[in-house]
């Protein structure tokens, strides 16, 4: 296996989070802290669904992909 899903399960969500973690640092504003600590419990959220759903839809094959995969943060040693 190759490419971005190799090393995480959700790289757009977790561009969105480091997009909005930059700019909440850039801002240096308390209220930015907050929308960072929102948007990651909000996109957590989102991405436990969506696996939810590909467990019901892809069964064992997706949970092996679990298991290799972290859901955010990528491994690139191994």
Request: glycine share 4%; aromatic share 14%.
């Amino acid at each position: 296996m190759s490419g971005i899903y190799s090393k995480t399960r959700n790289p757009v969500y977790l561009a969105f989070v480091l997009i909005i973690a930059g700019i909440a640092l850039l801002s240096r504003r308390l209220l930015a802290l907050a929308w960072v600590l929102v948007s990651v419990a909000v996109l957590y959220y989102l991405a436990k669904k969506e696996e939810n759903d590909l467990e019901k839809t892809f069964g064992d094959e997706y949970l092996k992909y679990k298991k290799r995969v972290p859901m955010f943060l990528p491994r690139f040693k191994e």
